[in-house]
């Protein structure tokens, strides 16, 4: 079994920046892709952006791309998510993701673990 824990959601500005954290506990957390997923209101659970195992890899989604930055840093056993230039849309509460498969960390259907996730909020 793999833990994870979200940490630094909020209420930001726009054209503001926080940064998502999130905690992994149960086994080694390099063999696990990561990724971080979204839901906003009244939508679907949409992806944001993956992390292979290494950090060697990454993926983000269209409509965050150049924004977002995910990183990890295995020794803390912890995945990130900068997110920078912050808009309405991006509101939503967000989800941390991990899977030994990378591939699966695209759609989300198959992902074997989740976190609770972390509301952010971003003011007009």
């Known amino acids: 079994q793999v833990q994870l824990v979200e940490s630094g959601g909020g209420l930001v500005q726009t054209g503001g920046s926080v940064r998502l954290s999130c905690s992994a506990s149960?086994?080694?957390?390099?063999?696990?892709?990561m990724g971080w997923f979204r839901q906003a209101p009244g939508k679907e659970r949409s992806f944001v952006a993956r992390?292979?195992?290494?950090?060697?890899?990454?993926d983000y989604a269209d409509s965050v791309k150049g924004r977002f930055t995910i990183s990890r840093d295995n020794a803390k056993n912890t995945v990130y998510l900068q997110m920078n230039s912050l808009k309405p849309e991006d509101t939503a509460v967000y989800y941390c993701?991990?899977?030994?498969?990378?591939?699966?960390?695209?759609?989300?259907?198959?992902?074997?673990?989740w976190g609770q996730g972390t509301q952010v909020t971003v003011s007009s």
């Open positions: 993701a991990g899977d030994p498969l990378y591939v699966v960390l695209r759609s989300g259907g198959a992902v074997h673990y």
């Open positions: 149960g086994r080694t957390f390099s063999n696990y892709a």
């Open positions: 992390i292979g195992g290494s950090g060697d890899v990454t």
